[in-house]
Every structure is written in C-alpha cells, then in structure tokens.
Nanobody, 119 residues
Framework: QVQLVESGGGLVQAGGSLRLSCTAS????????MGWFRQAPGKERETVAH????????IFADSVKGRFTISRDNAKNTVYLQMNSLRPEDTAVYYC????????????WGQGTQVTVSL
C-alpha cells in the first residue's frame, strides 16, 4: 500500500519560512518524480514544483521561483519543500505526489498539509 505523508505545515507571518516534508512508503521512491502542488480555497489546484528521481532536475511555478526550493533524500524516501519569503497568497493546502518514471502520471497523493501565511 502506497502512502505519502506530508508534514511541516502551519501558520507563519508574511516573510517567514516553512519547510514541508513528504515521506513515502510502499513504492520504490528513487524511481519516482516527486511534485508539490497546492490548492487555495475556491481555486484550482496548481503545481508548485517538481523534482526528478535523481534530484538532478527541478521545475518551479513562476509564482514561487526564487523563494521555494525542492529537494529529496532517496535514502529517507522523503521530498522537501523549503518555502522562504512567504506571502499571504501562498496560503493553501499543500500536497505531495509521486509519478513513476514508467507512466509519468502523478498516481499517488498525500493527504495535504495546511499552510497559512498571515499579514
């Protein structure tokens, strides 16, 4: 059974930082592209960042470039999202997801963690 468990969300003031973690089990983590997504109330889910299985390549949404970084530790089956210079518009539920190299689809999703940025 595949499980992705996010942690690290919370309430932070604008300009602050948070680091989200997502630990996977039940899959061969090192063969999965991992992504972070977010969904704010009343809005569509949007992509935040992706990282390839080796960590060699990362992609970021324009809205978070220069503020967020994504990394992974394959030995710990964990992917991270470091969020700096947070803004109120970053408030959302953040989800991690895994896409197998074979299919390229994000088939597995975590339950989400709330990030709230106050003024």
């Amino acid at each position: 059974q595949v499980q992705l468990v996010e942690s690290g969300g919370g309430l932070v003031q604008a300009g602050g930082s948070l680091r989200l973690s997502c630990t996977a089990s039940g899959l061969t983590f090192s063969t999965y592209t991992m992504g972070w997504f977010r969904q704010a109330p009343g809005k569509e889910r949007e992509t935040v960042a992706h990282i390839t299985w080796s960590g060699a390549s990362t992609i970021f949404a324009d809205s978070v470039k220069g503020r967020f970084t994504i990394s992974r530790d394959n030995a710990k089956n964990t992917v991270y999202l470091q969020m700096n210079s947070l803004r109120p518009e970053d408030t959302a539920v953040y989800y991690c997801a895994g896409a197998s190299v074979a299919t390229g689809r994000y088939d597995y999703w975590g339950q989400g963690t709330q990030v709230t940025v106050s003024l």
